[in-house]
């Protein structure tokens, strides 16, 4: 059963402003200032509505400009390393020269793709049952996330 988004057709409208953007900067690189409109239109879209976007979606967005950050177009990317344990990205806007850090764990889990974070995985009434048909792996600090083993079973 698909389940019947609340607001599916600003959603489209938020999608089709993003995709406009990519082609805009992809057929004409110097075309910057149309691709930010169509950005800045879809940031206004969502806040005036109060949807939430996709984590990978806000993370291509600069939130000074609203200029589309695509890596070597509009952006530059580096790889920064603290402490010699966490691995950070670094994406500075080249339009207004804000920097975005992102962390490089692969171990991380958003809250989004966790199971406890699906409106289908709250509403079941035996978590028993849920636990089974999804493998969920447990970290050290007690989060879980539904990413598949490596590890070979012992059964």
Not at 40 to 64: E, G, N, Y
Not at 100 to 109: E, G, S
Not at 130 to 149: E, I, N
Request: charged share 25%.
């Amino acid at each position: 059963m698909a389940t019947h988004l609340k607001d599916k057709e600003a959603y489209q409208r938020l999608n089709y402003l993003y995709q406009a953007a990519h082609c805009v900067l992809s057929q004409s690189p110097d075309n910057v200032e149309l691709a930010r409109f169509y950005c800045f239109t879809q940031k206004t879209i969502a806040r005036r509505l109060v949807l939430r976007q996709d984590p990978s979606v806000k993370r291509t967005l600069c939130k000074k400009c609203c200029s589309l950050l695509i890596p070597g177009v509009t952006a530059t990317t580096r790889q920064r390393r603290k402490k010699k344990k966490t691995r950070f990205t670094v994406v500075r806007c080249l339009s207004c020269g804000q920097t975005k850090t992102l962390l490089n764990n692969p171990d991380h889990c958003l809250w989004v793709d966790q199971p406890k974070a699906q409106l289908e995985q709250q509403k079941q009434s035996d978590p028993a049952s849920s636990a089974k048909k999804q493998p969920k792996d447990t970290k050290a600090d007690g989060s879980q996330c539904s990413k598949p083993h490596d590890a070979p079973s012992s059964a």
